[in-house]
């Protein structure tokens, strides 16, 4: 199981990243089978991530669709593998929130995948229609993706299906493991148009949306996700603590 921990916004001081970094390690020690992908906001990888020995490994919250230019405020790809960081999330509601465009989340998905950082694209419906036009969304935010990567860097995408509705409540708001399972069969299904062969079964799928320690084991269990994608009950010490061991 990967756990990717989105800190967001809600760590401020090098105190509480270095002593939730410290947990990781911690954790991840204790808990074989958790791989812990720490995404604090980018000083703090520059803080944390230069030097790091351990088996826990860094992702930036976001990378830039540029490269070395004029653009001031943006951090490239480039910038953050040489500071550490190995993995990427790209295309967070919260940022497409703020008018990223699925043209500009496949950009920033390229520059990941040229600059050694491996993506996790995130895709996920604003809200559930009876018309079930919310799966045509995320095939659309599949498809601006995968259709512009060549086949070697498609296997390399990690997907996190994160349905806005569920982000930033409580585990009793989040959809069941069994509603889950049919997310991730749907994801799999779209992905086979771009992943030849069994390689649409082993891509990697992350569940993401107020995952915390009361629904975490039985959505591991129940629903075929390789992991998830913790925000707020990641930058919390005993919520983070509770929900790794509840995966153990
Ligand atoms: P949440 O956030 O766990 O606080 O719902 C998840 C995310 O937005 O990645």
């Given at each position: 199981?990967?756990?990717?921990?989105?800190w967001?916004?809600?760590?401020e001081?090098?105190?509480?990243?270095?002593?939730?970094?410290?947990?990781?390690?911690?954790l991840?020690?204790?808990v074989r089978?958790?791989?812990?992908?720490?995404?604090?906001?980018?000083?703090?990888?520059?803080?944390?991530?230069?030097?790091?020995?351990s088996?826990?490994?860094?992702?930036?919250?976001?990378?830039?669709?540029?490269?070395?230019?004029?653009?001031?405020?943006?951090?490239?790809?480039?910038?953050?593998?040489?500071?550490?960081?190995?993995?990427?999330?790209?295309?967070?509601?919260?940022?497409?929130?703020?008018?990223?465009?699925?043209?500009?989340?496949?950009?920033?998905?390229?520059?990941?995948?040229?600059?050694?950082?491996?993506?996790?694209?995130?895709?996920?419906?604003?809200?559930?229609?009876?018309?079930?036009?919310?799966?045509?969304?995320?095939?659309?935010?599949?498809?601006?993706?995968?259709?512009?990567?060549?086949?070697?860097?498609?296997?390399?995408?990690?997907?996190?299906?994160?349905?806005?509705?569920?982000?930033?409540?409580?585990?009793?708001?989040?959809?069941?493991?069994?509603?889950?399972?049919?997310?991730?069969?749907?994801?799999?299904k779209?992905?086979?148009?771009?992943?030849?062969?069994?390689?649409?079964?082993?891509?990697?799928?992350?569940y993401?949306?107020?995952?915390?320690?009361?629904?975490?084991?039985a959505?591991?269990?129940?629903?075929?996700?390789?992991?998830?994608?913790?925000?707020?009950?990641?930058a919390?010490?005993?919520?983070?603590?509770?929900?790794?061991?509840?995966?153990?």
């Amino acid at each position: 199981m990967i756990v990717v921990a989105n800190w967001k916004s809600y760590v401020e001081t090098r105190e509480e990243a270095k002593k939730l970094f410290a947990l990781a390690k911690r954790l991840m020690a204790a808990v074989r089978r958790v791989k812990i992908v720490l995404a604090p906001a980018y000083p703090h990888v520059g803080l944390l991530a230069p030097g790091n020995r351990s088996r826990v490994a860094f992702a930036a919250q976001d990378v830039s669709d540029t490269t070395v230019s004029a653009a001031t405020g943006e951090v490239s790809g480039a910038t953050l593998r040489n500071i550490g960081a190995t993995y990427a999330i790209v295309g967070h509601s919260e940022r497409r929130a703020k008018g990223e465009t699925d043209a500009m989340v496949a950009e920033k998905v390229r520059r990941a995948l040229v600059n050694g950082l491996t993506p996790i694209l995130c895709i996920g419906e604003r809200e559930r229609d009876e018309d079930a036009q919310y799966l045509s969304i995320l095939k659309s935010q599949i498809a601006a993706v995968f259709s512009v990567l060549s086949p070697k860097e498609r296997l390399q995408v990690i997907v996190a299906y994160e349905p806005v509705w569920a982000i930033g409540k409580h585990a009793s708001d989040a959809p069941s493991p069994e509603d889950i399972a049919e997310m991730v069969l749907y994801i799999r299904k779209v992905l086979s148009d771009y992943l030849p062969g069994k390689n649409a079964k082993s891509a990697k799928i992350l569940y993401g949306g107020s995952a915390e320690s009361a629904n975490v084991r039985a959505i591991a269990g129940g629903s075929g996700v390789d992991g998830f994608l913790v925000g707020h009950a990641s930058a919390e010490p005993a919520m983070f603590a509770a929900l790794v061991k509840a995966l153990a």
